[in-house]
């Protein structure tokens, strides 16, 4: 059996789900000012989840990112994106609850 990219999630271990009505709720915090954040513009060869282990050191958080910025998923996120990161992931993924 393959292993899930969240397998290691925080979130999953603790049985906190991930759907599309938090990945909204995160947008929007974001979109309105609720949630502070920084824009970059995604350069070739950079991922998602490579950011999120830089800024929140934890990779499985990329869907943070993913939900704060509009994309779907991370490989939808080509060169010359614009994203927005969160200042604090806990504080995106509480605007969920």
């Not at 800024?55 to 994203?83: C, E, K, M, N, R």
Request: proline fraction near 4%.
């Amino acid at each position: 059996m393959a292993i899930s990219r969240y397998t290691y999630s925080k979130l999953v271990r603790q049985r906190k789900g991930i759907s599309s009505a938090a990945t909204y709720k995160i947008y929007n915090a974001v979109s309105n000012g609720i949630v502070p954040f920084k824009s970059i513009l995604l350069e070739q060869g950079q991922r998602l989840d490579h950011i999120a282990g830089v800024v929140y050191g934890d990779a499985s958080l990329w869907w943070v990112i993913a939900a704060a910025s509009g994309i779907g998923w991370g490989l939808q996120a080509p060169p010359g994106t614009i994203i927005r990161i969160p200042n604090s992931a806990a504080q995106a993924i509480g605007v969920t609850a």
